[in-house]
């Protein structure tokens, strides 16, 4: 079957993305400037969105974007090298794809598109997802997400870093994983013309023999918490740590069966682009995903999921098993 207009715009936006990433990374020691909320954000997170959004705005000129930067800080005088080095990285992967040169003003006008609030049909983009795995050179996402009256019905996440046939068949990196509603979830490599693979979540229905995911940063989930959950449902095995969104795609792939995400503190809101690529691409793939409530996550609240707590993503038939034991580990919903 044909790939809709909107995933391969999303497919190719997530390859175009990927290798600025990658470009950067080569150059040199990616360097980062600090948020407001103090994250960091490198050039790299810059020339993707911009790219991303370039991208979507082909075949979408009339659909809104929100992104997670905004380019505010590169239009101040202080940062013209840093914004040289953006555009500079837009337009070396541009090569890559025969793209005409970008101005400045192009990059910046692209970057800024990703301004929106959301709506009844809108994308949300993560240009890097992971920017702290990027930087240590551990696992990033480009992550794009097509929402529907609240649904995730298009996910891609380009994961540079990530070997395409998982576990230690380490040869072939880079993987995209893209879903659409309705039509399953693949994966492909990073390269152009590549062909996708069908992906399904793992059918394991015995808790003890799951393998569960979480953040590297302690700060954004609890992971005494999830070896308490783990603990409970009898899992063994070490939690596989990742960054990114790449969590939901090793679930999404047969290649661990939970992904927790529990709240460190009350109060923090979580991203909508931090997770509606990946519950496209788990969904598909036959898991579930809800919040440690068991509640599924609303994405009609602008850029944040405020009515959900933590999340919590499972292959599917274990995940009655972990909201069960979230439920007797963490404290009631407030
Ligand atoms: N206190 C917190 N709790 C949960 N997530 C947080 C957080 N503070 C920041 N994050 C989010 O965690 C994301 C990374 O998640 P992970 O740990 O799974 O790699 C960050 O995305 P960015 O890297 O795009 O900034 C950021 O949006
Ligand atoms: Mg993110």
């Not at 480009?142 to 929402?147: Q, S």
């Not at 095995?237 to 995400?261: F, H, N, T, W």
Request: charged share 20%; hydrophobic share 45%; proline share 6%.
């Amino acid at each position: 079957m044909p790939e809709s207009v909107a995933l391969a715009a999303a497919v190719q936006a997530g390859r175009w993305a990927a290798a600025a990433c990658r470009a950067v990374r080569s150059a040199a020691d990616p360097s980062a400037l600090d948020k407001s909320d103090k994250s960091p954000v490198t050039v790299a997170d810059f020339a993707a969105q911009a790219l991303v959004c370039r991208a979507l705005a082909e075949a979408f000129p009339n659909d809104p974007v929100v992104g997670e930067e905004d380019a505010a800080a590169l239009r101040s005088g202080e940062q013209a090298k840093f914004a040289s080095q953006v555009l500079d990285a837009v337009n070396l992967a541009g090569r890559q794809f025969d793209l005409p040169a970008a101005t400045l003003d192009d990059v910046l006008g692209w970057i800024d598109r990703g301004g929106a609030e959301g709506g009844g049909r809108f994308w949300t983009v993560d240009p890097i997802d992971g920017t702290k795995g990027f930087l240590r050179g551990g696992q990033y996402a480009v992550a794009i997400a097509l929402i529907e009256n609240g649904v995730p019905t298009v996910g891609v996440l380009a994961c540079p870093n990530l070997p395409r046939n998982g576990g230690d068949d380490a040869g072939d990196t880079g993987a995209l994983f893209a879903a659409r509603r309705g039509d399953g979830a693949t994966v492909r490599s990073l390269g152009t013309n590549s062909t996708p693979t069908a992906i399904f979540t793992s059918p394991q229905a015995d808790p003890a023999a799951a393998r569960v995911c979480e953040s590297v940063e302690s700060g954004h989930t609890a992971h005494g918490a999830a070896a308490e959950i783990a603990a409970r449902l009898g899992v063994s095995a070490e939690p596989l740590r990742l960054d990114s969104q790449a969590k939901y795609a090793e679930v999404a792939r047969g290649g661990a069966e939970i992904y927790l995400r529990l709240p460190t503190r009350p109060g923090y809101v979580e991203r909508i682009w931090d997770h509606a690529a990946g519950v496209a691409v788990i969904e598909e793939a036959g898991g579930r995903v809800t919040d440690v409530d068991g509640r599924p996550l609303d994405f009609t609240h602008g850029r944040g999921l405020e009515r959900n707590r933590g999340v919590i993503a499972t292959n599917g038939p274990l995940h009655d098993a972990v909201l069960e034991a979230a439920a007797a580990v963490l404290a009631p919903r407030p």
